[in-house]
Structure formats: structure tokens, C-alpha cells
């Protein structure tokens, strides 16, 4: 059995973003393989509303190199709080969950995220955990620049 500490990491950072768009393009799942490094491909399984949150369950497949894998998460939306909450259904995770938080400051937004996993495999953690840091800033990164680009369009039409 697998005695290691789980793998978390969290990060804050503030961007001039409006916190709707961010919280709009974390929830838009289906355009993931467009923006986000290691990201192949994403197939919406269901997509339900409980009590003004929008679930959707969703098998996503990731890749690294000639590293492949396939799971499956349960993503909770809630407009009203701007928190996005993942947890997996099915795959590669022993344990994986995470939370976005986005909470308007100044003129742009605060954005909190965090995430804890633990993969089946050792020898996947082990990798994994030593990348994590680097991984969750690309993909902050990656949100913060698909916010850039649709800020910029957005702009452009108005004119």
C-alpha cells in the first residue's frame, strides 16, 4: 500500500479578468482539448441541474509524452458562489479532487484553486508528484491566457 503523503497544491492569483468570465471558461469542459496542455480529448457523459448547479459527469483523457490516461469526473458548477468542484468517478486516481474559487477583486478577480490526487500506480504518483507545482501553474496559465484571447475578441467586436 501506498504510505506517501497525497500530492496537493493550491494557488492564488489575481488577474484582470471579470470572475464570470473566468468562472465561465474553468465550466466550459468541452473546449479543454482546445487550450489546456495535456488535455487530448473530452466527451460530456451527462449533464444534469440540482438546486441551480449544473453537473456534469465527463471522461477526459490526458497525455504526456508516450504516457496515455483516461478517467472519468463528476464537475460541479455553481454560478451563484463561482466554485467549480471536480471529483473523479472513475480511472487512474485512487483520490483526485479539486476546487475553483473565483471572487471578484478590484477590476479583474481572485482566483483560488486547488487540488489533491493520488494516482493507482506508484510509479505514476511518485512522477507526477514531482511535476505537480509545474503542471497546475500551466494550467492556471492556460485559463488566465484563453481569458486574454476572449477578452481581446470581445473587445474588438465592440469597436
Sequence with gaps: MYSGQM??????RVVPYDPDLMFAIVADVERYPEFLPWVISL????RAIDAGKEIVIAEMQVGFSALRERYTSRITSDPSARRIDVQQVHGVFRELENCWRFTPKGQGCSI?????????SRLLSAIAGRAMSLAVSSMTHAFEERARKLSSKDALQKT
Design 112 to 120: 483560488d484553486f486547488f487540488v489533491r490526487f493520488e494516482f493507482r
Design 43 to 46: 466527451r460530456v457523459l451527462s
Design 7 to 12: 500530492p496537493e497544491h493550491s494557488e492564488s
